[in-house]
């Protein structure tokens, strides 16, 4: 199917634990974002990535990495989670007409 | 300085009325993009405009870049069109949102 897989859809850690989040998508996107949702918010851009091999910080990094294994795959990574760091995630493709996301991610940091 | 903004937050409408949904942004954008969050939080892309106008359905959406203005209608709405509609613009390799307008439509 195609689409943007995104795994876990759950997720609880304790403060300082660190954990990666997956994204791939299937559909020979360049551009892929990365989204953190908390309430009255909105989406806030966490870091994307215009093409394989490159990296941008979007409006909140800190506290994040990423990487862009290749063009199907953007993880994002927690190296040493806070209860700050608690939101729902969200990984998002671009074509040229729409965009497309993943399911989310509930992570919550106890 | 949010670069979209979006009115109103929160609608509420009785069921086939007419609806508005507005959307202004600050920065020179390449394309603008109409999304919809449902109750459960997926989210669907609904339109990407970069002029002029384009219709799926019930729902309109219209763009004036010269007035950094974007507009979506839903006509006849309908109670399952209950959910958060959301702006977004790309600019610069980002895509950047608005924080959303929540619909409720009741019967």
């Not at chain 1, 995104?6 to 304790?14: A, G």
């Not at chain 1, 994307?48 to 093409?51: E, G, K």
């Not at chain 2, 020179?28 to 603008?32: E, K, N």
């Not at chain 2, 339109?47 to 219709?55: A, E, N, Q, Y």
């Given at each position: ?16 634990q ?11 996107h360049?551009?892929?974002y990365?989204y953190?949702?908390d309430?009255?918010m909105?989406?806030?851009?966490i870091y994307?990535?215009?093409?394989e ?37 969200f990984?998002?493709?671009?074509s040229?007409?729409?965009a ?6 509930r992570l919550?940091v106890? | ?8 937050q ?9 609806i508005?949904i507005?959307?202004?942004y600050?920065v ?5 993009h109409?999304?919809?969050q449902?109750?459960g939080g997926?989210?669907?892309s ?11 359905g019930?729902?309109i959406?219209?763009?004036n ?18 959910a958060v509609?959301?702006c ?20």
């Open positions: 199917n195609a689409g943007v897989t995104q795994t876990p859809k759950f997720q609880v850690l304790k403060t300082g660190s954990m990666t989040l997956q994204c791939a998508q299937d559909m020979n360049n551009s892929m990365w953190r949702q309430p009255g909105g989406l806030r851009l994307y990535s215009a093409s091999g490159t990296t941008d910080k979007g409006e909140v990094p800190n506290g994040y990495n990423v990487s862009r294994l290749n063009k199907r795959e953007f993880s994002l990574r927690l190296e040493s989670a806070a209860p700050s760091q608690t939101s729902v995630y990984c998002a493709s671009l040229g007409a729409l497309f996301f993943g399911q989310g991610t919550t106890v | 300085k949010n670069e979209v903004e979006q009115s109103p929160n609608l509420t409408a009785q069921e086939g009325e007419f508005t507005n959307c202004s600050s020179g954008i390449s394309a603008l109409w999304l919809q449902h109750p997926g989210i669907v609904l339109f990407m405009l970069s002029s002029g106008k384009k219709k799926h019930r729902l959406a219209t763009i870049i010269q007035e950094k203005h974007s507009s979506l209608h839903i006509t006849a709405s309908h109670p399952r069109d209950s509609y959301i977004a613009v790309l600019y610069t390799d980002k895509l950047i949102f608005g924080t959303g307008t929540r619909l409720q439509v009741f019967p």
